[in-house]
């Protein structure tokens, strides 16, 4: 089970940027995705998350409006569409899924990829 990211980088307030996380190793249109992030001395937070089918989605009430998830399932992979980013989005963003089997949960999180938005 593997989840990777990728599309960070340094952006300038105000500029967009698009995150993709490529699943594998599971059976991926059965499970709900998310994206968190961690700001640097900060606990990780919940940034967006959207069910197996992508018909139901949630975000943080710091990004509604500016940020968008997607999901294509036919490629297993998520997306994370932001734009008018401020200074404090900057962060590392980690993909993230739980998966339950039986009495079994598993969360895999990606690695992390880190973007900064700074003049």
């Known amino acids: 089970v593997q989840l990777v990211e990728s599309g960070g980088g340094l952006v300038q307030p105000g500029g967009s940027l698009r995150l993709s996380c490529a699943a594998s190793g599971f059976p991926f249109s059965k499970y709900a995705m998310s994206w968190y992030r961690q700001a640097p001395g900060k606990e990780r937070e919940l940034v967006a998350e959207i069910d197996s089918i992508g018909w139901s989605t949630n975000y943080a009430d710091s990004v509604k409006g500016r940020f968008t998830i997607s999901r294509d399932n036919a490629k297993n992979t998520v997306a994370l569409q932001m734009n008018s980013l401020k200074s404090e989005d900057t962060g590392v963003y980690y993909c993230?899924?739980?998966?339950?089997?039986?009495?079994?949960?598993?969360?895999?999180w990606g690695q992390g990829t880190q973007v900064t938005v700074s003049s």
């Open positions: 993230y899924t739980r998966r339950v089997l039986g009495s079994s949960r598993y969360d895999t």
